[in-house]
């Protein structure tokens, strides 16, 4: 039996464990305020991120800050924001076992910076400690209620191998994918996508719009992956055309519903406060844009995104800069 400690309970967190849980792994859940553990570890339930699916019974409930966390696990799974990451790796580090893997579930990059979480791990965690990332269309309401979900590994093969088998399930599958950059690209630039999905949707238009801002969307995803080094295979696959489907169509995606809020009038500094949770894209959208510099590639979408979102830009103003733009092949 494979012991697992998660880190954050968020939606997404909690509903790993679940996951987890129910594959037959022991389950330690780990929360970040000994106030939210009380309430999960009394309640099994989290109404404000899974609505009435309970965590299973056999999840251990704590938060960080209790040391019993680290005991016996094989594997810690980092389920935080991206700007959460830099001051929780030291910490991490320190307690982690000998032998232990570390899995992350973000999404993003490192603010500021534009580094890989991979790249901020690693620093963290020395060359020694296995390490990979799991991504893909997984919206945490639809997995914890049982519905089928399929996600990609990446990262140390042995320990891909072993998170494969060890939450694979009748209704979540994973796969292995060997292009760890570009598994991390996809779920970062996916996000910023969403965002200007939500703001069409908020704008009143209609598939046509939303099928064309998804497929140069894309394109611009693969763009910058080609000129990262990555596998276009892999944005053609879970984490990029997958990942960026969900995300820029479904109802539970917070990415989505923050574009539609800029575009209906909300402020961007205050959409994260209004939904509730954490709104990756908005984190990583200027660090995106900047990667993308120093690669020299350019991103329309995503500096229109970055311009309606922190510049004052009206969105309705962005659509005409990306339509008027100068005629170009499709590539």
Partial sequence: ?????????????????RVAALAGCDVTLACRTPQQAQMLATTRHDS???GDVPLPDQVRVTHVGDASWTQGVSLVVIALPSRAVGEETARVAAALPAGAGVLSLTKGLEPGTGRLLSEVWRDALGPDVPFAVLSGPNHAEEIAAGQPAAAVVSGDLALSERVQ?????????????DDLA???????????????AGM??????????????????????TRLGAY?????????GLAGMGDLIATCTSRHSRNRRAGEMIATGTPANRVEAEIGQTVEGLATVR???ARAERVGVELPISAQVAAAAFDGRAPAECLRVLMSRAPASER
Avoid: P
């Avoid at 069409?200 to 995803?221: C, P, Q, V, W, Y």
């Fill in 287 to 289: 660090a995106l844009l």
């Fill in 182 to 196: 570009g598994v991390e690209l996809c779920g970062a630039a996916k996000n910023v996508i969403a965002l200007a």
């Fill in 228 to 236: 990262s080094g990555c596998s276009d295979a892999t944005f053609r």
């Fill in 165 to 177: 088998a060890a939450v694979s399930g009748q209704a979540f599958r994973v796969y292995v994918n």
């Fill in 200 to 221: 069409s949707d908020g704008l009143g238009f209609g598939d046509n719009a939303k099928a064309a801002l998804i497929t140069r969307g894309l394109a611009e995803m």
């Fill in 48 to 50: 404000r991120h899974l």
């Fill in 1 to 17: 039996m494979t012991a697992v400690a998660v880190i954050g309970a968020g939606a997404w967190g909690a509903t790993f464990a």
